[in-house]
């Protein structure tokens, strides 16, 4: 290798210190390893789906760990199905509209009334091992991060410049070298921003989903989320505390030890023509990159390896050889599909066998109830934007105000929500609230931040040759917002907006009916009716509640938010 | 008649309409590329250039019609091209050099080999020490220049150019035309063909050898004329500015037929130029030819004579030039004539330069027929240094004449008095013809 011959004076600088960095990368090897054989012993050990939750802090780094372990699983599968599920739906045209319509409605149903179900098939699969029960946790917390993931790996590979595309056809690159040197590095990007976003709400659902009740079943698993609700159950405001505290102090460290060299790293795959002036730098990438340890694995065992693996593909372009007999890759096709069929049918004929049950009043009841969530959730997505719209606009605005605010709101964002109930609520009973009232704040509390960090994207957006026209020509502020500010920040406010609509109706099953000091509080409205069902093991009812929310939020979807986004791309759309 | 790389019979592109219409965006075309062209194909937007470059490439599947690749059916195996794009088309995320070499790698070529290949191409199209740039540090013309060397790498048979100069500034791209063309004409490109998409006529003009213009609605081809202008060509000069005018006029008029392009011989033709050697010096490369049964490589025997090859040069043309030999793959071989010429005596090799020289050398001609119709056959300096003149700088009009003056003497054609400075005929000599 004979790369990189400049900068003699600050590389010889960072070798000399390598050895520093090797004991790092040793150490940190070291306490995965020992992660992975605690967990093992724990997974395969005997199931205890109702583990006794001690309040005392000492159990919280355990905690913490078991919960962290829970949402990095999820994690990766999620980006594994992710990526495949986009590329499948990028690529086979015949599958693509089903793919696509899947991942629609998949995003807007509510997840935690899957969670029953998940639950249930997962013990009965694993009965004597905890793997059964973590497992349900894991394939919930999965199914709530991975469709926007896929959904933008697939319109990655979608919106892959022409030319480029033309670029490695007419070089004659392999499926693989163009999965490797094209889609994916064109995904990057996209894949990050939405791990970031599906993480954090990987914690919203791990929070909700370690401690349930499911009729005479109680469920709960060791975890940050177990601890927190424990703790609030018992009134005990110092293990809250301390909850609260590993909760932040993990969700910084996460940013500062993964998504920031992560984010760092993937800066390469901007696609751009032109470097943007402040590229975001990273300590602990910087170690990756400096150490030695990691420099040998790569030219011993990754790079050759490499090679290898090209070698084998090349030669062999994307475009299927005549040889093959059509018929095999069709029949196979064939067979899957008339199995999906079959196996939709059948679940289609047991939801209706079960429905069956169900008379005129809870039809009735079921709708009024959606009525009145859809009008909290529309109310809190209100309230939020009163706040988040001014805010967001003088964070834009004001880079000074922004390099304190951003950080700031990052934080308090990517605290979950549902963590933050038992808290919360605590302060609404003891002010003599509701939850009628209160499950807005709560809805309000874990949406707020999409809007608040669209308009701070639309904001910064905003040519500054526009503003400075409006300064110019002196717009009076009214004005101002009207010319400049809601259109330049519309198409971020919509996409905020839509992100947000969805999460609040996710949350309004956990904010409308809450076990606390054992009793419970409740409300009227669709998300208790789906917690209430939960509870009293009624599928029946959690069947049809879901059903309504998930037509729901998809027709608002398509009714609203799909017409107002037509309107931000082409109207509202700034040109750069 | 070069032989032909690429064939397309009647190709068409069209998209089917539910209505039983269908868009028609190329009629049906016949069109060739032969080796050793650079063929330019202009034409206004919605004209199907682009899309005429992908069916020939094999890119884009043709509605009708075949592409022929040596007589082969484009799809039965992937031609060997590259396509150089208006956008670069560079993959942000690998650095310069593996940019270049992802081509390579796709052929499933080693590491060390790919670097290596990579490495020299890149220093051909001057970036060296860039390898480990991304592509995003370089500027318009050096991110081209990157799409030029991994175009290059895999050395094409045919090179394609879609636009590949229009994102460019006008500097920048000229410059960049310039070192192409260089590289083409020294033959230090693998390349046998060039086919250029442009929508810049002068761009054409100043490449092709060959320029095929399109009309739009649906494309089709309207012209298609050679260009013979000498390289490099004058963009100011009579017959450039009458091409420009041509294909201008065909373009804004795309309800006429089209007439033929104009002649692009020069309306005074380029007058020849004597290659400075002397008589005796042809005399003497014919000999040592002769020794070696007639044939030689040009730089073996510039060795063998512990010449320069740059001095050799003038003798080899003068000898070409006179027809007593010819020069082919770098080798110089003897004519017939110039066999006769090594072997006959002293007298008769005046006989046989003379006859050549009047045949071949324009300026020896003209100065013997000058004087010949002179009532006292004789003429001043003054009178060839006006004809001259028009054609060469003052220094090489001089020289023009010295020559003349030794190749006259020694087929006793003419004479020259330098005192005097005029031409004459030696007094004892009849005009030969």
């Known amino acids: 290798m004979i790369r990189f011959p400049e900068f003699p004076r600050s590389f010889a600088e960072a070798r000399s210190w390598s050895w520093v960095w090797d004991a790092l990368v040793f150490c940190g090897i070291f306490a995965v390893f020992s992660v992975v054989l605690l967990i093992g012993r724990y997974w395969l050990g005997a199931a205890m789906p109702a583990a006794e939750i001690s309040r005392s802090p000492r159990m919280l780094p355990l905690y913490s760990l078991y919960s962290l372990v829970r949402i990095a699983i999820a994690y990766v599968l999620s980006l594994i199905f992710a990526v495949g599920y986009g590329y499948i739906a990028a690529y086979n045209r015949r599958l693509q509209p089903f793919m696509i319509a899947v991942l629609d409605i998949l995003q807007s149903i509510p997840v935690l009334s899957f969670l029953p179900g998940v639950m249930l098939a997962m013990v009965s699969l694993f009965p004597t091992r905890q793997l059964g029960i973590e497992m349900g946790a894991i394939v919930l917390i999965f199914t709530g991060q991975v469709w926007n993931m896929a959904f933008s790996f697939y319109s990655s590979l979608k919106s892959i410049p022409r030319e480029l595309r033309e670029a490695s056809k007419i070089y004659g690159f392999s499926a693989w070298q163009r999965f490797f040197q094209l889609e994916l590095p064109y995904g990057t990007i996209g894949l990050v921003w939405n791990s970031m976003v599906s993480v954090a709400g990987g914690w919203f659902f791990l929070m909700a989903c370690e401690m349930f009740v499911l009729g005479k079943r109680d469920f709960r698993l060791p975890g940050l989320g177990s601890y927190l609700q424990t703790a609030a159950g018992a009134g005990d405001t110092v293990s809250m505390m301390w909850g609260l505290a590993a909760m932040i102090g993990i969700i910084v460290l996460l940013d500062q030890v993964v998504w920031r060299p992560v984010i760092a790293w993937s800066d390469k795959f901007k696609f751009e023509q032109v470097e943007s002036a402040h590229g975001s730098g990273s300590p602990i990438l910087d170690l990756l990159r400096r150490s030695r340890l990691l420099e040998s694995w790569q030219a011993k065992i990754t790079t050759p390896l490499w090679e290898r693996l090209n070698r084998h593909f090349a030669h062999r372009p994307v475009e299927k050889k005549e040889g093959t007999p059509v018929w095999i890759p069709q029949t196979i096709g064939m067979v899957l599909g008339a199995a999906v069929l079959a196996g939709m049918g059948w679940a289609g004929m047991q939801a209706f066998h079960l429905l069956r049950g169900i008379n005129g009043a809870d039809v009735t009841g079921t709708l009024h109830a959606a009525l009145i969530t859809f009008l909290r959730v529309n109310a809190a997505l209100i309230l939020a934007s009163l706040w988040t719209i001014p805010a967001g606009v003088a964070i834009g605005f004001h880079p000074r105000l922004a390099r304190i605010a951003q950080p700031l709101s990052q934080i308090a964002a990517s605290v979950p929500a549902t963590a933050l109930f038992p808290v919360l609520l605590l302060a609404i009973i003891s002010a003599g609230g509701g939850l009628g009232v209160g499950a807005i704040l709560l809805m309000l509390l874990g949406t707020q931040w999409y809007i608040l960090f669209n308009v701070i994207a639309g904001a910064i957006a905003i040519p500054s040759d526009l503003k400075e026209v409006a300064a110019l020509f002196r717009f009076r502020s009214i004005d101002k917002w009207r010319t400049l500010i809601l259109p330049g920040i519309f198409p971020y406010l919509v996409t905020g907006l839509v992100t947000a609509s969805g999460g609040a109706w996710n949350a309004s099953i956990v904010a409308e009916y809450f076990h606390f000091q054992d009793h419970l509080l409740s409300t009227f409205g669709l998300g208790a009716q789906i917690s209430a069902a939960t509870d009293a093991g009624r599928f029946d009812t959690l069947l049809l509640a879901t059903i309504v929310m998930a037509a729901l939020v998809v027709s608002v979807n398509r009714l609203v938010w799909r017409p107002l986004y037509r309107l931000a791309e082409t109207k509202y759309r700034l040109e750069t | ?433």
């Open chain 2, 1 to 433: 008649m070069s032989e032909t790389i690429i064939e397309a019979r009647q190709v068409e592109k069209f998209y089917a309409q539910p209505n039983q219409n269908r868009i028609q965006v190329i009629a049906p075309t016949d069109l060739c590329v032969e080796a050793g062209e650079i063929l330019a194909l202009l034409g206004p937007s919605g004209s199907g250039k682009s899309t005429l470059l992908r069916m020939l490439t094999g890119l884009a599947a043709t509605s009708a019609g075949t592409v022929l690749w040596h007589r082969q059916p484009v799809g039965s195996q992937p031609p060997n091209v590259s396509i150089v794009f208006q956008s670069f088309a560079l993959f942000p995320w690998l650095t310069v050099l593996e940019n270049v070499e992802a081509p390579l790698k796709a052929r499933g070529i080693g590491p060390e080999e790919r670097q290596k290949r990579a490495l020299k191409i890149l220093d051909s199209v001057g970036l060296d020490g860039f390898e480990a740039a991304y592509p995003k540090e370089l500027s318009g013309g050096m991110k081209q220049r990157v799409g030029f060397a991994r175009a290059l790498v895999v050395e094409p048979e045919v090179l394609f150019m879609d636009e590949p100069f229009s994102a460019l500034d006008v500097l920048t791209a000229e410059n960049l035309r310039g070192e192409l063309l260089e590289l083409w004409q020294r033959r230090s490109m693998p390349t046998r063909a060039v086919f250029i998409v442009t929508h810049n006529i002068e761009e054409a003009v100043l490449l092709a050898d060959r320029i095929v213009v399109l009309g739009k609605n649906p494309g089709r081809i309207r012209t298609d004329f050679r260009v013979t202008l000498a390289h490099p060509r004058d963009k100011k000069s009579k017959p450039f500015l009458d091409l420009v005018d041509y294909i201008y006029t065909v373009l804004t008029r795309p309800e006429e037929e089209p007439g033929a392009a104009p002649t692009e011989r020069p309306a005074r033709p380029r007058f020849q130029m004597l290659p400075h050697a002397r008589p005796g010096g042809v005399a003497g490369l014919l000999e040592m030819l002769a020794e070696r049964g007639g044939r030689s490589d040009i730089h073996i025997l510039a060795d063998d004579l512990a010449f320069e090859l740059d001095d050799l040069l003038p003798i080899v043309d003068a000898s070409v030039l006179l027809g007593f030999a010819n020069v082919s793959e770098g080798d110089v071989e003897m004519t017939p004539e110039g066999q006769a010429f090594a072997e006959a005596d002293i007298l008769t090799r005046k006989d046989l330069f003379r006859r050549a020289a009047t045949t071949h050398a324009t300026l020896v001609r003209q100065i013997t027929r000058s004087l010949a119709t002179k009532r006292d056959h004789k003429l001043s300096d003054e009178f060839f240094h006006d004809i001259l003149d028009e054609h060469f700088s003052e220094e090489e009009t001089v020289r023009q004449l010295e020559t003349a003056v030794h190749w006259g003497r020694y087929a006793e054609l003419f004479d020259h008095d330098a005192e005097e400075r005029r031409f004459f005929l030696p007094e004892d000599t009849e005009v030969r013809e």
